[in-house]
């Protein structure tokens, strides 16, 4: 498996947990369960799942009132993009065998 269709699988997963994780997070609250905390969702945004989560967040309207997920979110992705692109265009060869 080359690094790019392990990074995309790895993408792809984390940003649908993210999104999973909002829809399950939306029924707890509903049926005032156990719930996933805020600390979780964000690590999913930070460690690649922002899409995902900010998707979800507004596909199930939730955590749309508290202004760290409206704000913080979208700022977590922006950042990850800048770093995207910083290390796309960084004049150091990065070899992988």
Do not use: C
């Not at 699988?9 to 997070?25: H, R, S, W």
């Not at 979780?40 to 202004?67: D, E």
């Amino acid at each position: 498996m080359d690094v790019i269709t392990l990074l995309l699988t790895y993408f792809t997963a984390v940003n649908l947990a993210g999104l999973f994780l909002m829809g399950l997070d939306k029924y707890r609250a509903k049926k005032h369960l156990w719930r996933i905390p805020e600390s979780t969702l964000f690590i999913v945004a930070v460690i690649g799942g922002s899409i995902g989560s900010i998707i979800g967040m507004y596909a199930f309207r939730h955590k749309t009132r508290h202004w760290y997920f409206v704000y913080g979110l979208p700022a977590i992705l922006i950042l990850q993009i800048v770093i995207f692109f910083a290390i796309l265009h960084s004049p150091v060869q990065i070899q992988i065998m």
